[in-house]
């Protein structure tokens, strides 16, 4: 077209677009299509200008090509963007233009000058004309081609070429108009920008250069055949044209730039916000990296992902990234970030980064980030760009997703269950490791094959296996079956095997995947679930009660032989609720709750009721279960048995009936136990009351008696020694009716069995003088110091000395004789006398024993001496024994007592201790003399009051006497005594109430004076009881004076000294 153009030598055109073409191959296809645009240039001329001289064509060739070449070289050099995107790009393809159209036009000027007859007459205009018609055509086609070659695919978007198809049109009859044979001279060429404006606004450089060829062609077409405002006889029409078109082109290819500039930029920035916000909601940042300079820039949702805060101050760079990295993987990070910059140096278009790891904020949060990025050459400086993005909640969801793989593939390897695929396209199946292992081989070996696994199925199940799946395939049902393998070591196991099909689109079988799961333990346990049910079920019926079996919810599942053979009742009758009918009517609903309830709580339960027997008699039965459990903890139900207990029913009954007669029997005992203690304690208390007064009066007798007067002393000491007697034998019933009470307590504590003993001894003296018996005592001083009741143990020698000194006649002799033997210490007392009949030895300790009961006997008693002795001995620890040769050869009794470890015994007096009984009536002057003390007596005897006041005022005291505590109380009123004396046992208000009251008083009046108790009830308890209530000493009646007047003195003294009483023996202090 542009030869066609052609006005110098055919070779010259005002609009040359082969230069565009050129131009724009070198850059689409690079230098090495420079032959073929040679080779082009060469055959266009041969066509259009056959009479130049090959040599001229051969250099108007070879200088387009150059041109071409040196354009392209200086494009790529400026680093043009082919689709022209920038206003650089217009202006490079601009100055390119002029720059290679200057060569091609000075190597045609030449070639022309040499073959024309002009020569270089014309070479200036000839130049000139050549320059801007390349120019202009490299102008015109080169945009045209490259942005239409690197321009963003249209595709079918038909509304956007029709849109272009208009802008064309109209620029074509815009220039039509304004340059056709019908245009006028007046018409103005720029008619046809309004359209190319157009074209530019709406499709960019690609649409100006497209509008702008029909406005070109038209343009040159009309001017070369004198059309237009350009077809004038002056010789400058062609200079205008291509000022025209040239301009034209330049100004519509920059405003295109212009407007896709500005729609680039609105879209960019339209899309920058769309990136910000999609940043935000996505935790995504942007970063930039100068990798020389060192510094570096967040956008504000990188600052949020790397430090958790708002853009802050400071130096953002290198050094600050890495402290916001976790210390555990900073060291990684660096690595990484390391090789990827040592990559970029080297290979830049390679090179990339890509990293995952952990920032610390300072705040203590931890977040997992992503970071991507890239490198640039921004001038001579590396550059990285790149995105971090938030990725913690993925790596949580990684992590326990890791988590539940790891506790599936548990679970599969602790269910011995393996997952299987079988691709139905190709074939193929895979095994995951736990299936191999099933099978007995080694995982991975697997040959992938459905004959490989047919091939380890038990022969018997492999037909049954192939139409279980191909049901499956065919029914899009599930496929489920259990069947044998055989492993290569040629065990047989049993395995389940569970699959589903997926089907593709069309809805035909794609694949099947399932699970596989080793259940030979399991069917071996059912095996043996199903034996055991059977031994079970054996045993039962061959039991010969009564078994039966429910499940959860407690209906009856099994009935044994035995229920149908004693009911009557058919086993298939009986079950679910059935059994219920044989049950009596009054026993239905208390039986049927009371497995209910225990079947709701899961716990054994045991309940009788009376069940019908086949012959139509109720009989009462006792029921029994237990629950049972799987070995999951599941409830399975109840097994129980059922026992005819009829007969022993009758027995319980005939027993309970026993029991009561038995427990009324000895309540009566217990009544009547307590009635003879109440009995014996009230004989006492009424013998003693009286002994009191026997006992004192003969004391004041004796001691006035002339001891000249013999027969009356004789006669003295014969009331004293019965009376004692008397008083002894009160004592040997009350023991022992604590002893058979079990009410008898010791008071421990240590002692020296010398003074036991000698105490003793000096007791009974008086009644072996008078019989004239030798009374001899020997002890070892090995003994020692050991742990007892003194006056319980003196009780046993005494009682072993009486009895001694009874049964031996006068002139005879007892000896009592203390020694240690190994751990033990012994007391022996032997006597001449009548001896023991060995007969009789065995029962010598029983009580109420003696060996001569009848009437006629020559001594008294009552026989509880020895069984009072013996229970006191074993009291101690210790044991007694009796040893005699033959009746008149005498006895010897033996006390053997364990030796205990203890301190040695205080020394005696009179501070905090009753006063000996055997004081003298010298003693006595000398220890109590009485004179003003005030003495108030309670007793309600009048014969021991006359007593009492007749000692007391001897020892010059001063005594008021009451008859009752009522009237104590009202003589305590008027004057505060110096002591109280009390009888307990007396009639109405008794002497513990008495006390009680006495020291509710305050001080002043008479609250806190000492109190002597006297007591017929003479136990240790009676004793306690005493102290507790608040009196300081207790005397037993019958009392010696001695005993009383001592205890009086001393109570006064201690009253006088400390202002208040204290406990004489042991007990407490008075309130």
Known sequence: MGLQWATVGGAASPVFPAAGVALAGLLLGGPRLWPAVFAGTVAAFLLRAPSLPLWVKAALASGNTLAALGGAWALR????????????DVLLVSAAALGSSAIAATAGTFALAGALDQGFRQAPATWLNWWVGDVTGVIVVTPLVLSWAHGEPVGRDRERWLHLALCTAA???LAWLSFGPESSRMVRPWLTFPALTWAALTWGVRGAAAAMVPVAVVAIQATTEGHGPFGTPEGFQFALLQQFIGATTLTTLVLAVVADERRNSEALSR???????????????LWEFNIDS????WTPEAWALFEGRRPGSGRVDYARWLGTIHPEDRAAVVRTADLAIEQARSRLSEAHYMDEYRVLHADGTVLWVASTGAFERAGNELVMLGVVRD??????AEEALRENEARLRLALRAGQTGVWEWDLVTGRVVWSDEVCGIFGIPPGTFEGTLEAFERRIHPDDRTRVRAEAQTALEGRTGYAIEFRIVRPDGQIRWVTDLGTVEHDEAGQPRSMIGMVTDITEKRAAADAIRESEERFRNIADNSPVMIWVTGPDARCTYLNKVWSDFTGQAQATGLGFGWLDLVHPEDAERSASIFRAANARREPFRLDYRLRRRDGRYRWCIDAAAPRFSPSGAFLGYVGSVIDITDRKQAEEERTRLLEVEQAARSEAERANRLKDEFLSTVSHELRTPLTAILGWLHLLRRRSSREDEDLCKGLAVIDRNARAQAQLIEDLLDMGRITSGKLRLDVQPLDLHDVVGAAVSSVAPSAEAKGIQLEKISSPAVGVTRGDPSRLQQVVWNLLSNAIKFTPEGGSVQVKVSRAGDHVDITVSDTGEGIKPEFLPHVFERFRQADASTTRRHGGLGLGLAIVKHLVELHGG????TSAGVGKGAT??????LGVARAPAESGTDGREVDARASVDDLCELSDLSGISVLFVDDALDTRDMVRTFI?????RVRLAGSAEEALRLLELERPDVLVSDIGMRGMDGYELIRRVRALPQERGGDVPAVALTAYAGNEDRMRALLAGFQTHLAKPIQPTELLMAIGVLAARGAKKGRPQAVDGGPPSP
Do not use: C, D, M
């Not at 060192?294 to 820039?297: C, I, P, Q, S």
């Open 77 to 88: 050099r400026a680093r043009l963007r082919p689709a022209l995107t920038r206003l650089t």
């Open 893 to 898: 009794f033996t006390v053997e007592l364990p």
């Open 879 to 882: 044991a007694v024994r009796a």
């Open 271 to 285: 899309n920058q916000e769309r990136l910000r916000r999609a940043s935000r909601a996505g935790r995504i940042g």
């Open 294 to 297: 060192g510094a570096a820039a």
């Open 953 to 957: 005022e001897e020892r010059k005291a």
């Open 391 to 396: 990725i913690t909640e993925r790596k949580h």
């Open 171 to 173: 620029a074509w009859a």
